[in-house]
């Protein structure tokens, strides 16, 4: 076993199946092309008598990058003479290396997601800079290049050219094209400092709640939260519209209601020993945080995870190392002038949430044992059959909103608390059914 830290070993992240079938507040000032935004909204004193940094949260206004044609991407290596602090640090995400197996971490998920590609391979996350490799690597199969979208900007740029036929192209025609893997495009389009929301998917979802995020965050919400591949034209899409929807169960209501020609629910996949159609939650920190009611909805994601950071020359730049807070010096300084030891804090919550999440995972895949011996055997009517069907489906929604949320309950212990509660609860009745 690897024994890095217990935190980056349980990181969940962003692993496209392809399979087919499947801060609030003024706005006021916006960021330009000189870089940094005028109006930066100090959080917190705290730090200031240390060399670190003090915590800066800056609010940025939201702007769309628009569709068209002849759309080019300026990939990252580019930029490094112009900004050689940003893109150091970018590149420094490269030794950030070490992933693991969750399966073999977590043996019992092999069961949850049998018949999906992640009961065969699920690699934990590391450094933006690796995503095309751990995509293509990968032993799941992929089929469509839909699996590109949070990999490369040279699929975002695509995207924005050619609308959602981009999403259904195939997976090795789109592999050929890749120069930039995770670019600045992503964040900054063309103009490093201006942050654009380029993943417009992020933009429908959101619909006109989106002039009330920060940019800062919405530039990580473009890959950091829950999506699903419509199932007519494959596109990348999120299950909501409007901040209000993006809670667990307003999701789970959205798929619910999302029904295929012969009525059935939207299913990931089915599971075909239960014929339980079942949902595959990933990576939801944007709800998590924004749309649930995290922590320090005075920062942005940006606050916690790239931070401030002075050069040699005593230039300040942005930090683009993307990071845990515990594992930058300077953020985690600033942090702990409030919190004292913040890597405590930090540790009990992963204790109890993801012991919680372990051991109610462990249960769900015996009732989803338990479920598939009843399938086999015909014991059960087709009513307690299509009940306990829908009871697995809703209980592992809930523990996998816990499961890959990358936080593990640290976002939001209330919000986590909460889904698995509702996962004991589905699990409870369907071994009520099960006669269990
Ligand atoms: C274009 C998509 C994309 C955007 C935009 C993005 N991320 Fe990520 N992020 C990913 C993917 C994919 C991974 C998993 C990488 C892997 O394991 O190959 C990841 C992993 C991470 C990790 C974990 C690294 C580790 O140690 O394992 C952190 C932290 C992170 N992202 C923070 C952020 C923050 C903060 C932002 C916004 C400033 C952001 N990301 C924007 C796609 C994205
Ligand atoms: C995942 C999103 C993301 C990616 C990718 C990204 N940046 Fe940034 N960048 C940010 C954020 C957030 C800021 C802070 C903007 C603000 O507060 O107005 C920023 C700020 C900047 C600034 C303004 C000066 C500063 O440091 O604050 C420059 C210049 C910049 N980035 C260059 C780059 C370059 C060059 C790359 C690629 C090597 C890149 N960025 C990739 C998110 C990103
Ligand atoms: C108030 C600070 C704060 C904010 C805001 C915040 N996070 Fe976090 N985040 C944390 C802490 C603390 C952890 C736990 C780090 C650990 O386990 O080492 C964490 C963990 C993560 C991880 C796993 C990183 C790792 O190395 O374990 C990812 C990815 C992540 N956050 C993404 C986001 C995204 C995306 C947003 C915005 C939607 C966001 N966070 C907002 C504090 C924050
Ligand atoms: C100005 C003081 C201050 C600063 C600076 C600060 N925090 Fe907090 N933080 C608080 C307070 C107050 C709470 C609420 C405490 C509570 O509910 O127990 C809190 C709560 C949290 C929680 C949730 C703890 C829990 O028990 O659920 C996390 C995680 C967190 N902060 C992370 C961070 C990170 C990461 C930083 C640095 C980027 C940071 N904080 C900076 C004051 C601060």
Not at 411 to 418: G, I, P, R, V
Request: hydrophobic fraction near 35%.
């Amino acid at each position: 076993m690897d024994e890095k830290t217990n935190k980056s070993n349980e990181l969940k992240l962003f692993l496209c199946l392809g399979v087919a079938a499947v801060a609030t507040g003024a706005l006021a000032v916006m960021n330009n092309n000189a870089g940094r935004a005028a109006n930066p909204h100090p959080v917190a004193e705290a730090g200031t008598e240390s060399s670190a940094p003090a915590l800066v949260t800056n609010v940025v206004a939201p702007i769309i990058a628009e569709g068209g044609t002849g759309i080019t991407v300026t990939k990252a290596s580019d930029w490094e003479a112009q900004y050689p602090n940003e893109f150091s640090t970018y590149a420094k995400n490269s030794e950030n290396e070490e992933h693991h197996s969750y399966i073999e971490a977590h043996p019992y998920i092999a069961t949850l997601y049998s018949g999906y590609g992640f009961a065969i391979q699920y690699e934990s996350a590391r450094g933006h800079t690796f995503v095309v490799d751990d995509v293509t690597s990968t032993g799941r199969p992929h089929k469509l290049a839909n699996c590109f979208t949070c990999k490369t900007s040279d699929f975002t740029a695509k995207a924005l050219n050619d609308g959602d036929s981009a999403y259904s192209m195939a997976f090795e025609d789109m592999e050929a094209q890749i120069t930039d893997p995770f670019g600045c495009f992503h964040c900054h389009q063309n103009e490093p400092g201006t942050l654009y929301v380029t993943h417009t998917y992020l933009a429908n979802a959101l619909a006109d709640d989106i002039d009330s995020q920060n940019a800062q965050t919405l530039s990580c919400a473009q890959c950091h939260s829950e999506y699903y591949f419509d199932p007519e034209t494959k596109a990348t899409t999120l299950g909501y519209v409007g901040l209000e929807n993006a809670t667990p169960e307003k999701i789970l209501d959205y798929y619910n209601n999302l029904k295929d020609a012969e009525g059935n629910p939207y299913a990931d996949w089915v599971d075909e020993t239960t014929g339980v159609r079942k949902l595959k939650t990933q990576h939801p920190e944007f709800e998590t945080i924004s749309a649930a009611g995290g922590i320090h909805p005075d920062m942005s994601c940006v606050t916690c995870h790239m931070g401030t950071a002075v050069a040699e020359d005593g230039t300040t730049f942005t930090n683009h190392y993307w990071s845990s807070p515990l594992d930058n010096p300077d953020v985690l300084e600033s942090c702990n002038a409030c919190h004292g030891d913040l890597t405590a804090t930090v540790e009990a919550i992963h204790e109890e949430i993801m012991g919680r999440c372990n051991s109610i995972g462990e249960e769900l895949a015996k009732a989803n044992e338990d479920l598939a011996a009843a399938v086999a055997a015909g014991t059960l009517s087709e009513e307690d059959l299509a009940k306990a069907r829908d009871l697995a489906r809703s209980a592992q929604w809930y523990w996998d909103f816990v499961f890959v949320e990358n936080g593990k309950g640290v976002h939001n212990k209330t919000l986590a608390t909460d889904c698995l509660d509702k996962a004991e609860q589905y699990l409870g009745e369907l071994n009520g059914v099960l006669g269990a």
